[in-house]
C-alpha cells in the first residue's frame, strides 16, 4: 500500500522531535548525569539515522533504533535508579540491555522486535516505581510515556490518531525523554 501523501512529513517531523528533544537532554544532563546523556544521544544518533535516507540502508536505521533502544533505555533508567540509590537494578538494568545487544545478531527479525519492546517496557515501569516512591511527578509522566509508547508498539493497527503508528510512538518517546530529563534535574536537586 503507497504511504498516504503527508505520512513523509509526519515520519520526518517526529523523528526531527525526538532527535531534538533527546538533544537537548543530552546536553542538559551531560554535567550530572553521563549515563543518561548517552542514552540520549544514542537516540539522537538514531533519529538522524533515520533523517539521512541517503547515508545508510533500511538495516542500519533498524541497527540504530536497536542499539537505542537495548543500550539507550537501559542507560537512562540506570542513571535514575543509581540517583536514588538502586545499584543492583541500575546494574541489573544496564547488564541486561549489554546481553541482549550481544545476543541481537542471534535473534529473528521478530525476536528483536518482541526483545527491544520488552526492554522499553521494563525501563518504563522501573523509572515508574522508582518514581513513585521518590515522588518525583516528571519521572512518573516520563515512565508512563515510554510505556505507553511500548505499548502502542504492540498494536496491530497501522495508523493512530491519524497517524502512523510509528509516529505516534515516537512522539511518545519524546514527550518521555522530555519529562525523563525534566526528572533527572529534579532528582538532582533534592539530593544536593
Same mark, same amino acid.
Given at each position: 500500500?503507497? #504511504?498516504? #501523501? ?12 525526538? *532527535? ?5 537532554? %543530552? ?6 548525569? &553521563? ?17 539521512? #535516507? ?24 540506570? !542513571?535514575?535508579?543509581?540517583? /536514588?540509590? !538502586?545499584?543492583?537494578?541500575? /546494574? ?11 545476543? *541481537? ?5 521478530? *525476536? &528483536? ?22 515522588? /518525583?511527578?516528571?519521572?512518573? =509522566? ?15 493497527? !497501522?495508523?493512530?490518531?491519524?497517524? #502512523? ?5 515516537? =512522539?511518545?518517546? %519524546?514527550?518521555?525523554? =522530555? %519529562? ?10 533534592? =539530593?544536593?
Amino acid at each position: 500500500m503507497a #504511504p498516504k #501523501p503527508g505520512a513523509e512529513w509526519s515520519t520526518a517531523l517526529s523523528h526531527l522531535v525526538l *532527535g531534538v528533544v533527546s538533544l537537548h537532554a %543530552a546536553v542538559s544532563t551531560a554535567q550530572a548525569s &553521563r549515563g543518561a546523556a548517552a542514552g540520549f544521544l544514542l537516540q539522537v544518533l538514531a533519529a538522524t539515522i533515520m533523517l539521512a #535516507p541517503g547515508l545508510s540502508t533500511h538495516e542500519d536505521c533498524l541497527a540504530g533504533a536497536w542499539v537505542a533502544t537495548v543500550i539507550g533505555l537501559p542507560l537512562l533508567a540506570f !542513571d535514575f535508579h543509581w540517583v /536514588n540509590g !538502586d545499584r543492583s537494578s541500575a /546494574n541489573l538494568l544496564l547488564g541486561g540491555g549489554m546481553v541482549l545487544a550481544v545476543a *541481537g545478531g542471534h535473534l529473528s527479525p521478530e *525476536g &528483536r522486535s518482541v526483545a527491544g519492546q520488552a526492554m522499553l517496557l521494563v525501563v518504563a515501569v522501573t523509572i515508574l516505581i522508582v518514581a513513585v516512591f521518590t515522588a /518525583n511527578t516528571y519521572g512518573m =509522566w516520563g515512565g508512563t510515556m515510554l510505556g505507553v509508547a511500548g505499548l502502542l508498539s504492540r498494536l496491530e493497527e !497501522d495508523r493512530l490518531l491519524l497517524l #502512523p503508528k510509528e509516529d505516534v510512538c515516537r =512522539w511518545a518517546l %519524546a514527550a518521555g525523554s =522530555w %519529562a525523563y530529563c525534566r526528572a533527572l534535574h529534579t532528582q538532582r536537586l533534592q =539530593w544536593e
